[in-house]
């Protein structure tokens, strides 16, 4: 049986670990918005910098993922604790490539910034906001076990996929219109397909979060409800 | 000390999870290749095969996941064995986006299969297949603590960068020439994006093999490299 020492520190790593991955989440949330700002103000110094700051993304994930490890390696968790652990190791790699798609918005908008703006941006800021709610929501669910909030990210992740369907729709109206716009409108398309892909990331989360707490994998209800031929 | 039934278990755990994670693996290969060819080939019924495959996809990650917590939880590994585990937790997670994303392919297929196909698929095959290499190669690197076969993958990535670039550029040409080409050319966008991430799904596995044999982490060489302001 463990002793009270070891539940404490063990305690204290599990608070350790929902407060970096806090920290990851707060810092992907910033490179989300300020990608976007760097497009819709073309400003090409957000951009570099967003691209620069990725690496404090990156630095995170070894350093989160090192900490799980030594957790599953000192303290030998069981079932919900165990879970929670190996649900930390994927929700970081999540996070991660959060923070690269955000350096590709960023990058683009570097491009973009070079080139006369192409009309509005429509509802690309939208897109962004609702994107980063996602990240912040399902990342709270996590540290806070909450179902509830979880599942609101699953039903959230319809508005994302209706608003990148608008734009797409608009952008490829752009592009009929006048064929001088395509080249911009293309990098246009991309950067909300990268939006709404963050979006996907908050989904894994959120599903990740209601097999952790549900002890019931949620992730593919197809692969139990469909019969095996 | 674990006595030689244990070890004997614990092998035999490891193992399954490999011989689990190549079935897996084999799986996502099939489904890149026919998303593919349900494209040039027009093949709506192998598109819907795609789609309904990846339902397997989905069970056999649930189905890794689990045995990987029941080996931490029953076996309590150390040192590498930790390490392995806990890059097959996340390699699995790899392994159904690219699932997901052969998924896409399948559902852009079936769309352009109903209007007239647009000239030819120019090197998107090519693509396709140089993709597929790349997660067989990452994988198998995986199972055979090959370093070198990773950094085979890492080098590997950069044929996929140029080939998308050259599909990306051949497709803008279409667009421009007449907007009737817009639409149809931007789902063949699509799909190139599509196949170059999985290409990056390739390279994180094989980063993580690398760290997983050497110990050391080289996703990230610029968060240690660059010096912090």
């Known amino acids: 049986m ?5 539940d404490k ?3 204290q790593d599990l608070r350790d670990l ?3 991955l806090l920290a990851m989440g707060a810092k992907v949330e910033t490179l989300i918005a300020n990608s976007v700002r760097a497009l819709t103000d073309r400003d090409s110094a957000l951009a570099e910098n967003v691209i620069k700051s990725d690496k404090d993304v990156n630095r995170l994930e070894v350093e989160i993922d090192d900490l799980c490890r030594r957790i599953l390696a000192l303290r030998q968790p069981a079932a919900s604790d165990l879970r929670l652990i190996t649900t930390a190791l994927k929700i970081v790699t999540d996070l991660e490539r959060i923070g690269d798609l955000a350096v590709n918005i960023a990058e683009r908008s570097i491009d973009l910034s070079q080139v006369p703006p192409l009309a509005p941006y429509i509802d690309t800021p939208r897109l962004a906001e609702q994107a980063q709610q996602q990240v912040k929501k399902a990342l709270d669910s996590f ?3 909450d179902v509830v ?3 609101e990210v699953l039903k959230g992740d319809d508005l994302l996929d ?3 369907l608008k734009i797409f729709n608009e952008l490829l ?3 009929m219109e006048d064929s001088k716009n395509i080249r911009r409108a293309t990098a246009l398309m ?3 397909k990268h939006l709404e892909r963050i979006g996907d990331h908050a989904m894994n989360v959120a599903e990740m979060v209601i097999y952790m707490v549900r002890g019931k994998d949620i992730r593919h209800p197809q692969s139990r409800n469909i019969p095996q031929e």
Chains 1, 2 share one sequence.
């Open 143 to 145: 540290v806070s076990n």
């Open 149 to 151: 909030k979880a599942e």
């Open 9 to 11: 520190a063990f305690e």
């Open 18 to 20: 929902r407060e970096r």
């Open 162 to 164: 209706a608003l990148f």
């Open 2 to 6: 463990p002793s009270i020492h070891t």
């Open 173 to 175: 109206a752009y592009m």
């Open 190 to 192: 991309f950067i909300a």
